[in-house]
């Protein structure tokens, strides 16, 4: 620890000397990068004030005097993302493993063993190391809130568990699990009808996120067309629907027109189900999409990885129908809509909160808006180079963040090859050494190597080809336990085989578009 503490200091020391070192009178500092994506635009070569209250205030493309400057260089600054839809406390478990018996119709035949089905084994927790590790590989992927349940105190903004770390909201946000109690067996799956219990929702003042209609049968489908009539009608502008797979084009319209949010989830998607949501038909009929991980059990480990998910299956089955704008939009823009915080968070502009991350480009100039955008979706973890939230450094390179972080704000750790500075000190109260010594897998899965290649079964009616499967246990062989062993690049991090980042040479098939 206190040659840690001498490299911070030290680290501090050279940033103070090279970066402009007097403070602003806001008492805060600045940020300059060559593009800033706005979230509305980008704009070039821009000079953006990180205000000691943690908002952002003035954002100029002259160099402004006598104040702290961080050089984001080259690089692309942008709203730190929002992660519509994780369960924390259940990523520690070991990735699920497709297996040849094949994907499921709905969520309780995995989640209850129902009709036939083996239930799926899997663990929550709330021991505060795996939490915080769980959210520490959301930061570390430029993600500053998750939508969902059992985060920390610390890291995220944790929306749905009443902390949101500080941000006032204008509604709070009720995260339902199970609405229509669904949890309970296997007894009340109903194809058609209104025979669940009936449901307690009457808090409109509240921003409401539900799963629902998770599968491809009409068990599913009939979640949804209970939820959105009669006294249990739900849908409005500040519903959030988790999933909504199992949907028809009169279910989508209904959900236009109440002006609701669809939270798409594309990998654990087509993990568990072989398809997803009907999300060209949303986007035809004007819906607020966010993307979500759902879990690291059969979604994605953090949310670049999902939108690498998302662009490949707009790539090889929607036509390209989605621009890099509005898959980046789903994970910044739209998200914070859905939370009625579009004045605070979830894009770059003065005013906003200070929850930022700068991603890096190799140096390479971006002609326009779309080739901006196409850099941050296609970015991997290690170019992520700060996170801020509310202004504050959470995680990133020494060299940008030495000038602004104190000693004791955290610690200096070598991943992947990059060194990094992690606020986990200050923010949580564990240092990483614990984190670290309190779960089996490394600190960060990286996107893998492989191109993503999407194949939903129904549209080929096969298996996706098999992997090989992993324990996550760690040997001579497999360090990281993921599975790849002697072929893995990258053998301290936990980085499994998934069915959907399989390579399949074969023919793809594009379903046809509502005219």
Request: glycine share 10%; with cysteine; aromatic share 8%.
């Amino acid at each position: 620890m206190k040659k840690l503490a001498v490299l911070l200091l030290c680290l501090a020391a050279a940033a103070c000397r090279t970066a402009e070192t007097a403070r602003g009178a806001s008492g805060g500092f600045w940020i300059y990068a060559k593009y800033v994506a706005t979230g509305a635009g980008v704009l070039r070569k821009q000079y953006v004030e990180i205000k000691s209250d943690g908002s952002i205030g003035a954002m100029t493309a002259v160099r402004p005097e006598n104040v702290r400057i961080v050089d984001g260089g080259r690089h692309v600054l942008a709203a730190g993302m929002i992660n519509a839809h994780d369960h924390l406390s259940y990523d520690h478990n070991i990735p699920y493993f497709v297996r040849a018996d094949g994907r499921f119709n709905c969520r309780r035949d995995w989640g209850g063993g129902c009709r036939g089905y083996k239930r799926m084994p899997r663990h929550k927790t709330d021991r505060p190391e795996h939490l915080i590790l769980s959210e520490l590989r959301q930061v570390a992927a430029g993600t500053t809130g998750n939508i969902g349940n059992g985060g920390y105190k610390g890291f995220l903004r944790n929306f749905g568990d009443g902390s949101n770390e500080g941000l006032v909201l204008p509604r709070a946000v009720w995260n339902d699990t199970f609405p229509l109690k669904d949890n309970i067996g296997c007894d009340n799956m109903l194809a058609s009808g209104d025979g669940y219990p009936l449901h307690p929702y009457n808090k409109p003042e509240t921003v409401y996120i539900v799963h629902i209609a998770e599968g491809k049968d009409a068990v599913a489908r009939n979640e949804f067309v209970n939820i959105s009539s009669g006294e249990t009608d739900i849908l409005n502008g500040a519903t959030g629907l988790v999933h909504a797979v199992a949907l028809l084009e009169q279910d989508v319209r209904k959900i236009a027109d109440a002006k609701a949010t669809v939270v798409w989830s594309p990998r654990s998607n087509l993990t568990l189900y072989g398809v997803t949501a009907p999300v060209s038909l949303m986007r035809d009929y004007g819906i607020n999409l966010a993307l979500g991980t759902d879990w690291v059990y059969s979604g994605s480990t953090h949310l670049l990885d999902e939108l690498k998910v998302a662009a490949a299956y707009n790539r090889d089955y929607l036509n390209g129908l989605f621009s890099y704008a509005e898959l980046w939009k789903m994970a910044t823009v739209n998200p914070a809509a859905l939370l009625r915080a579009s004045d605070q968070i979830g894009a770059v502009r003065t005013g906003m909160r200070a929850d930022l991350a700068l991603f890096e480009t190799d140096g390479r100039d971006l002609a326009d808006d779309e080739s901006v955008y196409r850099t941050l979706v296609e970015s991997e973890q290690r170019a992520v180079v700060l996170v801020l939230r509310d202004g504050k450094v959470l995680y990133g390179d020494p060299a940008l963040s030495g000038g602004i972080v104190s000693p004791d704000d955290g610690e200096v750790l070598e991943l992947g090859g990059e060194k990094r500075f992690i606020a986990a000190i200050s923010e949580t109260g564990y240092a990483m050494a614990a984190i670290l010594a309190a779960n089996k897998r490394g600190l960060v899965e990286k996107t893998p190597r492989k191109p993503v290649s999407i194949r939903p079964s129904d549209l080929n009616n096969r298996l996706y080809p098999a992997a090989k499967p992993y324990s996550g246990e760690r040997t001579a062989d497999d360090p990281d336990g993921d599975g790849v062993g002697a072929a893995d690049a990258d053998p301290l991090y936990f980085n499994p085989v998934r069915p959907v980042d399989l390579t399949d040479n074969g023919g793809h098939q594009t379903p046809a578009r509502r005219k």
